[in-house]
């Protein structure tokens, strides 16, 4: 399953998380995977997509970054495949 991840960056403060990120990495556990991401021009949010299938994880993974970023987690799916199951 696909999740829109929303961070907020806690005080827009993006140099802290890159810098955890640069020392420490995703801090993901197995079972996550990273798709892609897209930062706001004024470095107060990034936007991922990640695959997981165990909800749980995805909460392991926020518990890490928790005193950095506020998270937004929406289960999500393909525009063309929401399309195809409206279909008459």
């Known amino acids: 399953m696909q999740f829109m991840v929303i961070e ?6 993006a140099k802290a998380v890159y810098a955890r990120f640069r020392e420490k990495g995703r801090l993901m556990p197995d079972g996550i995977s990273f798709v892609a ?10 936007f991922q997509v990640m695959e997981c299938d165990d909800a749980t994880l ?3 993974w ?12 929406l289960p999500v799916t393909a525009g063309k495949e929401t ?6």
């Open 83 to 88: 399309a195809a199951a409206l279909a008459p």
């Open 8 to 13: 907020h960056f806690r005080d827009q403060d």
């Open 37 to 46: 991401s897209w930062v706001t021009a004024d470095l107060g949010r990034c």
């Open 58 to 60: 995805l909460q392991r």
């Open 62 to 73: 926020v518990a890490e970054w928790a005193d950095l970023v506020r998270f937004e987690i």
